[in-house]
């Protein structure tokens, strides 16, 4: 077999020194693991994974059928297990030599078979995860059980069941299928669930403005609410919460241009720079309110938001998301464009996401232009609601602060949309 990558060597050299390269590698990556672990029996390290890796790669070379190189695999197993069967006696049940011997062995057929980046990413991640044990052990004692069935349960639904949901109209009224609808689930549930995994487990207790950072890529909306609250645990002569709500709307931008772009690039690229505008300008309302912000001690604990794989949320996503379709032909049926207008400054008052991708997915009879003033008027009324919230809700210093900067940034943003398109 012929490595499939170009090369300025002969291939079979060049598999042969990578495959002694990458083994190597791996060796020194395991001698490190064990003279941090201070392990005191263990099966080699850089030698032993070298001259395995070069054993794998001959084998695999020698015979086009596999034969040998299964044989060299069963002879290696055997001595492992010997090996491991030691271990057991002394009371050192660890398999991470086992593991990368193993490894080490599969290298050369990586080399012969695959394209260099291949093996060069497949080592580089067994060493991530070779040295990467407190982290890992961290992560699995931080993340909730229920949310890992939650996350295992929402890949079953998107790596499974979407390739075969249907593609045609779910109906003449609806003019989206299942596998659209799902999908949009998919992509917003993603981007959301990101921002919560990384709100919730890493950065607790960072601050408020990082917390409206973060929050704003899963929820702006859900984020202003309880930053708002929190306010009212602050001085009243702080710029902090105020410069946190702000900061999320300023990430709502990235987020809702991401998710346009995800579905139609060249809307996106319409987009582009009104929503990177309208986001510079929040972040630097928000930088300016931070600076003048006094120190505070960041809350102990953000308030918990709803995991966004749930399947309740998901499930309910979807219903919004063909009902608002639905709704939206309707609108545009009945009453054109300036109908669809007032739509969409209604629609941001409640979750703007099923709103926007139903523009983006149903088949309607609307242009470019249309969407995009759509799109921009309800981000528009999103902010005035955002601003009400923080009125309501928030530190009376910071509710006018913050719920006067949104609703500035609701009237810019909407004359954007009424000029755009």
């Not at 609410?225 to 710029?239: F, G, I």
Request: proline share 4%.
């Amino acid at each position: 077999m012929e490595p499939t990558s170009p090369t300025l060597l002969p291939p079979l050299l060049s598999a042969f020194l990578l495959t002694l390269a990458m083994s190597f590698l791996l060796g020194l990556g395991l001698r490190e693991y064990y003279l941090v672990a201070q392990k005191t029996l263990y099966f080699g390290s850089t030698r032993s994974c070298t001259l395995i890796g070069l054993l794998g790669f001959v084998l695999f070379h020698l015979k086009a059928d596999g034969v040998l190189y299964l044989g060299g695999l069963l002879a290696l197993t055997v001595l492992l297990g010997i090996y491991y069967h030691n271990r057991l006696a002394q009371q050192q049940p660890g398999m991470i030599g086992i593991l990368i011997a193993l490894l080490s062995y599969a290298i050369g057929p990586i080399a012969l078979s695959l394209p260099d980046w291949f093996l060069i990413l497949f080592t580089i991640s067994a060493l991530f995860v070779l040295n990467a044990k407190e982290k890992i052990n961290r992560l699995t004692a931080t993340l909730g059980n229920e949310e890992i069935i939650s996350l295992g349960k929402f890949l079953v639904l998107s790596g499974v069941i979407l390739p075969l949901t249907p593609t045609t109209p779910i109906a003449d009224f609806i003019p989206v299928s299942f596998h659209q609808t799902w999908l949009a689930v998919v992509v917003v549930s993603g981007i959301s669930y990101l921002g919560y995994l990384v709100q919730t487990y890493f950065m607790q207790g960072r601050g408020i403005v990082l917390t409206g950072a973060i929050g704003g890529v899963y929820s702006s909306t859900a984020t202003t609410v309880v930053l708002a609250r929190q306010s009212n645990a602050y001085p009243a002569s702080s710029n902090a919460p105020a410069a946190a709500i702000v900061l999320a709307t300023a990430v709502m931008y990235l987020r809702l241009l991401a998710v346009v772009g995800i579905f139609k690039l060249a809307l996106g690229l319409a987009l582009l720079p009104v929503f990177l505008g309208l986001a510079a300008l929040s972040g630097g309302l928000a930088y300016w309110l931070q600076r003048g912000a006094l120190p505070a001690s960041p809350l102990a604990k953000a308030a918990r938001q709803q995991n966004p794989l749930e399947l309740t949320s998901a499930f309910l996503f979807a219903c919004l998301f063909v009902a608002i379709t639905a709704a939206t032909k309707f609108t545009i049926a009945l009453y054109a464009d300036r109908g669809l207008q007032w739509m969409a400054f209604f629609a941001g008052f409640a979750d703007i996401d099923p709103f926007i991708l139903s523009l983006l997915q149903g088949k309607l009879i609307a242009g470019q232009g249309v969407v995009f003033k759509a799109i921009v008027i309800a981000t528009a009324s999103n902010n005035l609601l955002k601003a009400a919230y923080v009125l309501a809700l928030a530190e009376r210093r910071t509710g006018l602060v913050a719920g006067g900067v949104l609703a500035g940034l609701a009237g810019v943003t909407l004359l954007c949309g009424l000029s755009g398109g």
